[in-house]
């Protein structure tokens, strides 16, 4: 199994920034992406950004331009730099490996979740 841990979520004015982590954890396992989900209440769960082993990175159009993903391989670590941030940028703001891990029966490919952090974005 993969673990993915995230934090860096919290309350911040408009024109604000924040800072979101999420750490990949497990005992054998290899990934292919990460990257950042959201879902604002009554909405389904969006697509934010997401970013390769290789570096390739995709945004969302509402996010492209002030927002950065960056990833450091070595750590399975992922992050998301949120700049300029508007009050529908609020959400649960959900990581995602895509990835597999070797199980008992070998090694089986996976889509992992992380438990979600609130970013709320008001004055």
């Known amino acids: 199994q993969v673990q993915l841990v995230e934090s860096g979520g919290g309350l911040v004015q408009p024109g604000g920034s924040l800072r979101l982590s999420c750490a990949a954890s497990?005992?054998?396992?290899?990934?292919?992406?990460m990257g950042w989900y959201r879902q604002a209440p009554g909405k389904q769960r969006e697509l934010v950004a997401t970013i390769t082993t290789g570096g390739t990175t995709k945004y969302t159009d509402s996010v492209r331009g002030r927002f950065t993903i960056s990833g450091d391989n070595a750590k399975n670590t992922v992050y998301l730099q949120m700049n300029s941030l508007k009050p529908e940028d609020t959400a649960v703001y959900y990581c995602?490996?895509?990835?597999?891990?070797?199980?008992?029966?070998?090694?089986?490919?996976?889509?992992?979740w992380g438990q979600g952090t609130q970013v709320t974005v008001s004055s």
């Open positions: 497990g005992s054998r396992f290899s990934i292919n992406a």
């Open positions: 995602n490996a895509d990835g597999a891990d070797l199980g008992p029966t070998g090694w089986r490919g996976g889509d992992y």
